[in-house]
């Protein structure tokens, strides 16, 4: 990691210690306090700010800087690396056939996100499928369709069904000729008991190899209950974080990681098909200290 990927007052709060070859308690703390700052006004949850501060500082004051390495670069590469424990290592998704059922609140951003996630696989040279299911969001069947036609990616969904286990069933065996599945589910306003037992039953329908939770950004406190339910309901491998190509930082998703013991996979920047990148540890990082 270089100096220009942090924010401004921490790079502040590092030159600071130009020359040193030593760390004193203040300094770290005084590092520690930026990194706090910066990290909750993202919405990353309390405990979680609480536990990689204790690293840092254990560590910055208990490891000896190699010999040649200045105090700065030494604590930097521990924030570094304690900031990559936090936010974790892509969710693995090999290129190759495959079924992804995408789960979370209405509004998050699933449909969109599975349009751009079949875009996406889609360059990569796969032959796509998104699979509409959403029965209960008006429009979302129309919204599907169009997003699939722009990603140039086949499509299935029946807006005269208004059984989700039957479409997501029928789908599969429609779009056979695709390799990568993409289970788009319906959303509810709130955690609701029919929303979880509609995502078990297609699960159960599509025997799914990755269930991915999607958050908008600006998701805060809301996303441990969120990712406990869904995660014990059909066990979440990855998350997709969307809209962060507005003010929100997506920190507040870092608890659902944590808390379903899994990583994320992509991040939505935009409503457009292509508006999507895969999840990589230091743009993220640069992004919440930013
Ligand atoms: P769903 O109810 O979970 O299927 O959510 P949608 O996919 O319909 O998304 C809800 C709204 O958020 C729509 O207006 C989308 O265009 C918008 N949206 C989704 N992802 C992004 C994103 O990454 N950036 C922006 N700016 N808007 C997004």
Redesign the pocket.
């Given at each position: 990691m270089v100096l220009d990927d942090l924010g401004s007052s921490l790079r502040g709060t590092l030159d600071k210690l130009q020359g040193k070859t030593t760390l004193s308690e203040d300094d770290v703390e005084e590092i520690v306090k930026e990194i706090q700052r910066s990290l909750l006004s993202a919405d990353v949850d309390v405990d979680l700010v609480m536990e990689l501060s204790d690293s840092i500082r254990e560590r910055a004051l208990r490891e000896e800087p190699p010999a040649g390495t200045t105090a700065r670069d030494h604590v930097l590469k521990i924030v570094y690396e304690e900031m990559v424990g936090l936010v974790g290592e892509s969710t693995d998704l090999p290129l190759k056939e495959q079924t992804i059922v995408l789960a979370?609140?209405?509004?998050?951003?699933?449909?969109?996100?599975a349009a751009k996630m079949a875009w996406w696989f889609s360059k990569k040279g796969l032959r796509p499928a998104v699979v509409q299911t959403?029965t209960f969001?008006p429009g979302?069947y129309e919204?599907a369709r169009e997003m699939a036609e722009r990603a140039e990616v086949d499509f299935y969904g029946d807006p005269d069904n208004d059984d989700p286990v039957d479409i997501a069933r029928k789908g599969l065996a429609e779009t056979e000729d695709a390799d990568v599945h993409i289970v788009?589910t319906a959303?509810r306003h709130a955690l609701e008991e029919e929303l979880i037992e509609e995502l078990e039953e297609i699960e159960d329908a599509v025997d799914p190899d990755r269930n991915l939770l999607?958050l908008d950004a600006a998701i805060g406190q809301g996303a441990k209950e969120q990712a406990e339910r869904f995660d014990d309901a059909v066990g979440i491998d990855g998350v997709v974080i969307?809209?962060?190509?507005?003010t929100a930082k997506g920190g507040g998703a870092l608890a659902a990681v944590d808390q379903t013991d899994s990583s994320i996979a992509f991040l939505?920047?935009?409503?457009e098909v292509g508006?999507i990148e895969r999840f990589e540890a230091s743009g993220f990082i640069s992004r919440l200290l930013g």
């Open positions: 979370g609140l209405q509004g998050s951003g699933k449909t969109t996100s959403d969001r979302a919204q788009d959303g999607v969307t809209k962060l190509d507005g939505g920047t935009g409503e508006d």
